[in-house]
């Protein structure tokens, strides 16, 4: 009990930096997300593919190996960028290739006979996106969006094997100057709760605020 | 919603601009795979050199059984997760409070906590309270753990999502509440959540990499461990994440030919159900009447 009390700063720290990189990284998801999700559907064919090929790409490989690959891979080539831009870089990358699949869904989640009406009233198809569909798509898309970032906030120790200093490595630093698993491990779950379990409330708060009714 | 209503049949000038799209795009995926291309050649990373691990009978089979102990970890958790992620879906809306209350905490905490931290907890915490397991079994409690969590959501969402006159006439049938679910409701809500089910059990599958940390010898470990041995690190690593796409898109694709196969007429799954294909989606509200 006494490691945790005594080193309160050094779980602050840790966590503090896990929310920066969450917050970097899902910036960069939702970039991603929208740019790989307009390819997804767009009229061209090649964009299309590149579309999938990305998403599936990513979606299947572990981001263990991703991140790993980005550390130590590539600058065998030259690219090294440092181990928090490296974390932000592949969790957002990472993350962008679902939030492009939950804008993609939320999307085909709109009933056809909304955009087949907008259409027949004459709305053109960036008409049709702007003031029918995607204003409908966003609120289906706030519950995977906010998952999501649940997910990613939990995804983030993944940085800890690489040396950023997030809340998983700073209790795994105490736990080999002052070992005692079972105190550190919990309060550094106790400090992940403290974001995911408000995030999970405000997200169910949001949708019901903007719920459609159909 | 497919695509094709938001815009009409392309006419000649679309066409056009369809086309200069397609060139476009296909000249900026050309770009930057010959910028990566110079790249690894410049920094002889494509020499042969690099590569001829691939071709090394003894690393080939370090690394098949890397990727059997994958499967096997991936396999014994993911029968695990799935079998109490169904009991904790029938206790959170059973009618007992107590059980929906100690279904729900379990849930909601293992959601709200990350794999690694779990698995770091199991691999030192539990040693020093007294409990030394093999590290195969370390591993298969923290994946079981968190699945059987997320698991349950899916399982509950799906039983949430059927349609309410399937409860209702088991209740004017007689049948009691483990009657109703065991025969009626989970046989549907499973069969309709077979691809988030299968999406998840992908994500637990590229968790078991996570056991690199305890250290369980699966195939990211051994992959990190031929690189350093060979002198490629980004190879191996290439490697390895090829190995793992392979095994979870052919998982993905059986999963397609299976719903596939069992969609009858009759039996249609609803369109947000496609929403549930994002395997981090849990919790994702889909008993939204289709419209």
Redesign the interface.
Known sequence: MNVVLDNLDVFGSGLWTTLKLTALSFLLALGIGVVVATAR???????RA?GLAYV??V????????L??FV???P????KYSLFISAVLVLGGYTGA?VA??LR????????????AA?SLGL??TK??RYV?LPQAFR?VI??LG??L??LV?????A??IGVLE??AR??QL?TTD?N??WI?LA??AA??VV??PL?AVTRLV?RRVAVA? | MSATVLYDEPGPRARVWIAVGTVVGLGLVGLLIAVAVVRLSSHHQLDRAHWTFVTDPTILRFLAFGLLNTLKVAAVAGALSLTIGCLLAVCRLAPAAVLRVAAATYTHFWLSIPVLLLIYFIGLGLPTMGLDLPVFWFLVLGLTLYNSAVFAEIFRTGVVSLHSGQREAAAALGLGFWQTMRLVLLPQAIRRMVPSLVSQYVVLLKDSSLGFVLPYPELFRRGQTTGQYAQSVLQAYVVVAVVYIAVNASLSYLARRLEARQRRPGARVPAEASIALNPLVVGANLSTPAA
């Open positions: 559907v767009s009229p061209a064919a090649p964009l590149a599936e790409t979606r299947n490989t572990p981001p263990l190996v991703l790993f690959l130590y891979g590539l065998k080539t030259g690219v679902f699949e939950a869904s939320g999307i085909s989640a709109v009933p056809i006979g909304q955009a087949e259409r053109t198809f049709t996106l569909v289906t519950p995977p998952a999501l649940s997910a939990r995804n983030t120790s993944l800890a094997p809340l998983t209790a795994g736990n070992p698993p079972v491990y550094a779950a992940y709760m995911t379990l999970g949708e159909r």
